[in-house]
């Protein structure tokens, strides 16, 4: 049975970062590319960071390039997001999602995903 469980959001300041942090219980998580989504309200789920599962590659959307960072530690079965330079449209919940082998940007092609997170930036 697969778990995703996310932490580490809450309330922070415009400009202010935020590490989330993602813990799998999942066999073999390195096979495993992982994603970060977010939604916020009234929005689609969008993409903010993938890494491929060795985490020799790393994707960002376009909204978050230069200023979030994703990692993992398979030796923790745990991936990463480092959130810095927040701005007030950063506001969301966030996901993080996993499938085999590719990170694709779409959302539907996920097979697992956590509860998610709320990160909250105040202006």
């Known amino acids: 049975q697969v778990q995703l469980v996310e932490s580490g959001g809450g309330l922070v300041q415009a400009g202010g970062s935020l590490r989330l942090s993602c813990a799998a219980s999942i066999r073999a998580f390195n096979i495993y590319a992982m994603g970060w989504f977010r939604q916020a309200p009234g929005k689609e789920r969008e993409f903010v960071a993938g890494?491929?599962?060795?985490?020799?590659?790393?994707y960002g959307g376009d909204s978050v390039k230069g200023r979030f960072t994703i990692s993992r530690d398979n030796a923790k079965n745990t991936v990463y997001l480092q959130m810095n330079s927040l701005t007030p449209e950063d506001t969301a919940v966030y996901y993080c999602?996993?499938?085999?082998?590719?990170?694709?940007?779409?959302?539907?092609?996920?097979?697992?995903w956590g509860q998610g997170t709320q990160v909250t930036v105040s202006s």
């Open positions: 999602a996993a499938r085999k082998f590719v990170v694709l940007r779409d959302r539907r092609a996920y097979d697992y």
């Open positions: 890494i491929s599962g060795s985490g020799g590659a790393t």
